[in-house]
């Protein structure tokens, strides 16, 4: 039975947008106690079309045409006061961020009670209540007390389930959730998509998920459909889009998600390129006449070596001390202790000239494609600084930028535009054309495609493998991706609070993992019965 | 008790931090060119050698340079704040005498501003772009643009000289003995004119802010939860919008109330009105160390009490600094 029933919809963009329609006549249903998937990559608008629903669309956007039947009334059509009824009575919304998503000043349980306000239900006192039993409901851990916690003292998986609880609170029929679960570590995505499960089964609730990650769509789907520059091209059961995609776009994006399959390993050289030895890297916060310092070991005796022309990734959650690792070997962070040698040469006691000879050898190449490059700056520049400053001449470092933008798969005249004018694969593209230029002989990329949408996720692998055969680069690649780690690395460090807890050949790993630690992330990778079934299909 | 050790904290940082100040005015006054023995002595119509010499020694100024620091900076220890000869009376009471009437004018200009600035800016903020808007910005940026003595002047011009609805100098009629209610009727008659001068010139930077602020906190994330939960418009800016966006405006007050006791110098002088700021600029126009060095020192204070108060001001309202460990 259909809940709800979207018809024809069409949600117009602002002037000067890319595009003239957000979503472009689009009709579905969603029926009562399924969860429908939509998945897309961003700018599909499958994120615009929820709002739509919610009537929380952006100012400047609208509705062009189209119906939203529900509960035998058109929410489109509603008066603003109807609509605001609706929110988060009927039909309730869950979304991406949960570090932001929550108000910052006010207490968890307020958050909770605030729902029941809204819509002037049950005294101030039974709300109190109701919010203890809901944080209960969604297991948040020591209910009675955590209610009285202010957002940041929590995770961000308890975060995400206090959302669940306000959007729980009034037994909607429809739950909304946008890409609830990217923002999450591994195990707690695995957590959050169990409870979502658990919660439509038990209140019969209809939910909207919406997701990039066919990981997750295999895990949580009754129903699947795909979206693409504001159209559907794709819809059906889990198990026939998964295992038998009849649309072009929705085979690539399949084909474009990690998988399992081990690549072969190259030939390892035994010259190490980079070798760490008992790396510490301890902060101190907080402490004052009267309180103690918190002290938190970020990288606790860490040590391992990459062998000239190997990839090595290093694995683990947010918090685990990866990135502080990678920061490290080029002493962007101050090391506490350990040494740091790349070709034989000790990093950690260099002085600033030679410091800086020594990163020339070691270029690091960030997640955010966004925040790294300089909004002022002509790409061709961003790239030359580097060389300019290392003592090449300008004219021979521009058009070597030129020929390393060609290298990386940008057209040459890429150079004279600036970083907005590209998308982000492409800034990621330069990202790494910037780092080459240094002519480097290790890479550090932290969390280089976590960004990227799944099929450029995959073009911006393969360009990594590409440029490491051709240079004969030795990288170390920072991930919280199991699967994506899996793709381009030899060998795989897993690292947990600070500590590494396994490194070993990726098949070893990954078949015969030795730690409890690694066993319960590669449990929780989404989607790993599925890509099971694919390969045996 | 965490509020308490972190005000602890800063107290004892604040008392090494007012010594350095100490120091440090100290050294740039006699840095200065100008001996006040000599400009006393002109001034008295005798400027010989002998006597500035006997004047020297009776101020203490014959001394070498580290004992005469040493000598006050004991003095400021234990509460003395020196002499000052010109006026003929201790330092401190002469300050203590003015302070009243300073913090009279700066409090209420103060409160006039924070009100009026974040009302403005929130009504700005709601009606973006349109005309309302348009007009409070406006309006505000005049009063900000315009030298602060011309307003002054032309305040008192308007309601004083042209309409006599409002007194345009003085802190009291002089000769009236209105003791009680009256005295304080005719009190804030004359504090009128200086406390909306000097509030509306500082009304602006509170409804930029305001403004500003509001607008970068509609767009975040918990506003869009708030709404999704179905409250009213006017609940998500009032609960979530207006509470966040408060806190910058909280630190800007903060450094504006820091500077209530030397930021007045201006007002004070176009209204006469009996003052710090007056007495500051008195004292710097004659060279009297020991006055200017204790208002300078008065002020430091109060700059750092006002520091240390919107630091657990702000640890109350925004609980994530608070309780950080």
């Known amino acids: 039975m259909s809940v709800l029933a979207i018809r024809d919809l069409a949600i117009r963009l602002p002037r000067g947008a890319d595009r003239a329609y957000a979503v472009d006549g689009i009709s579905f249903d969603l029926a009562a106690g399924e969860i429908l998937c939509v998945v897309g990559e961003s700018g599909s608008g499958k994120s615009m079309a929820a709002n739509a629903i919610m009537g929380l669309l952006p100012d400047l956007v609208r509705v062009e045409r189209g119906t939203a039947t529900f509960e035998g009334r058109d929410l489109l059509a509603l008066p603003e006061r109807a609509k605001q009824a609706i929110r988060g009575d009927r039909i309730a919304m869950i979304f991406q961020e949960p570090m932001t998503a929550l108000n910052p000043l006010m207490r968890i349980g307020e958050q909770i009670a605030e729902v029941f306000e809204a819509h002037g239900k049950l005294s101030p006192r039974e709300r109190r209540e109701r919010a203890v039993a809901l944080a209960a409901e969604v297991g948040l851990p020591d209910p009675a007390a955590i209610v009285h916690s202010y957002p940041f003292q929590l995770s961000g998986g308890q975060r995400q389930r206090a959302m669940i609880a306000m959007a729980l609170a009034l037994e909607p029929s429809i739950l909304i959730a946008d890409e609830p679960t990217t923002a999450l570590d591994v195990t707690t995505q695995a957590q959050i998509l169990d409870l979502i499960r658990n919660l439509q089964h038990r209140h019969g609730m209809a939910v909207m998920f919406i997701t990039h990650d066919f990981g997750v769509v295999a895990e949580i789907a009754t129903r699947v459909i795909v979206m693409r520059h504001g159209e559907i091209v794709e819809e059906g059961e889990r198990e026939t889009v998964l295992n038998a995609p009849q649309h072009d776009y929705t085979k690539r994006l399949l084909a474009a998600v990690p998988s399992d399959v081990v690549p072969t390993a190259g030939a390892v050289r035994d010259t190490p390129m980079l070798e760490v030895q008992h790396l510490r890297k301890t902060y101190t916060t907080g402490g004052g006449l009267f309180a103690k310092p918190r002290v938190t070991h970020a990288v606790d005796d860490v040590s391992f070596a990459i062998a000239k022309g190997e990839v090595l990734g290093l694995v683990g959650e947010s918090g685990s001390g990866k990135s502080t690792v990678g920061r490290c070997l080029v002493r962007l962070v101050e090391p506490d ?178 730690d409890d630690y690694t066993k319960r992330l590669l449990a929780a990778v989404p989607g790993a019965t599925w890509t099971g079934a694919l390969e045996s299909a | 008790m965490r509020i308490l050790s972190l005000i602890a904290t800063r107290l004892a940082k604040a008392v090494v931090v007012l010594l350095l100040i100490v120091i440090a005015n100290f050294l740039l006054i006699h840095a200065a060119p100008g001996d006040p023995a000599a400009v006393m002595a002109g001034e008295a119509g005798a400027a010989d050698e002998k006597f500035i010499a006997q004047l020297r020694e009776r101020f203490g100024l014959d001394q070498p340079f580290l004992v005469q620091l040493w000598t006050y900076v004991k003095g400021v220890l234990q509460l003395n704040l020196g002499y000052s000869y010109r006026q003929q009376a201790p330092v401190l009471d002469l300050i203590l005498e003015r302070l009243p009437a300073t913090l009279l004018l700066t409090l209420t200009a103060f409160v006039i501003s924070l009100t009026l600035g974040v009302v403005s800016g929130v009504v700005a903020a709601a009606r973006q772009g349109k005309w309302t808007d348009s007009l409070v910005t406006s309006l505000a940026l005049l009063f900000y643009a315009t030298p602060l003595y011309w307003l002054a002047l032309m305040a008192v011009l308007l309601f004083s000289v042209q309409l006599g609805w409002l007194p345009g100098y003085g802190y009291e009629t002089i000769g009236s003995d209105a003791t009680g209610l009256a005295h304080a009727l005719d009190v804030a008659r004359h504090l009128v004119l200086p406390a909306l001068t000097l509030g509306l010139f500082f009304t602006a930077i509170y409804m930029r802010m305001t403004r500003a602020s509001m607008l970068e906190v509609s767009g975040m994330d918990f506003v869009k939860t708030a709404k999704a939960k179905g409250l009213s418009p006017g609940r998500v800016q009032r609960r979530h919008v207006l509470r966040n966006a408060l806190l910058p405006v909280v630190t800007l007050a903060g450094l504006q109330a820091g500077q209530l006791v030397g930021g007045a110098v201006l007002t004070e002088t176009v209204f006469a009105w009996p003052g710090i700021g007056r007495l500051m600029f008195d004292a710097l126009a004659q060279r009297d160390y020991n006055l200017l060095l204790g208002i300078l020192l008065i002020s430091a204070a109060l700059v750092i009490a006002f520091n240390i108060l919107t630091d657990v001001i702000y640890s109350i309202v925004d609980p994530r600094i608070g309780a950080a460990p």
């Open chain 1, 337 to 514: 202790g350990g040494s740091v040698t790349i070709d034989g040469e000790e990093i950690t006691s260099l002085d600033a000239a030679g410091l800086r000879r020594a990163r020339r050898r070691a270029q690091m190449v960030f997640q955010d494609p966004y925040a790294s490059l300089n909004p002022r700056t002509k790409i061709a520049r961003a790239i030359a600084q580097g060389p300019i400053a290392a003592g090449t001449p300008r004219r021979e470092a521009m058009a070597d930028a030129r020929r390393l933008l060609e290298t990386v798969g940008l057209d040459a005249s890429a150079a004279d535009r600036y970083p907005h004018e590209f998308s982000g694969g492409q800034r990621q593209r330069i990202g790494i054309a910037r780092a080459l230029a240094m002519r480097p002989e290790l890479i550090i990329a932290d969390e280089a495609v976590s960004a990227l949408d799944v099929s450029i996720q995959a073009q911006v692998l393969e360009l990594l493998r590409d440029l490491k055969d051709r240079f004969g680069l030795s990288i170390l690649f920072i991930t919280h991706d199991l699967r994506v780690a899996a793709q381009l690395c030899d060998r795989i460090a897993v690292m947990q609070k600070g500590r590494l807890v396994e490194i070993g050949k990726v098949a070893d790993v990954f078949l015969n993992p030795q």
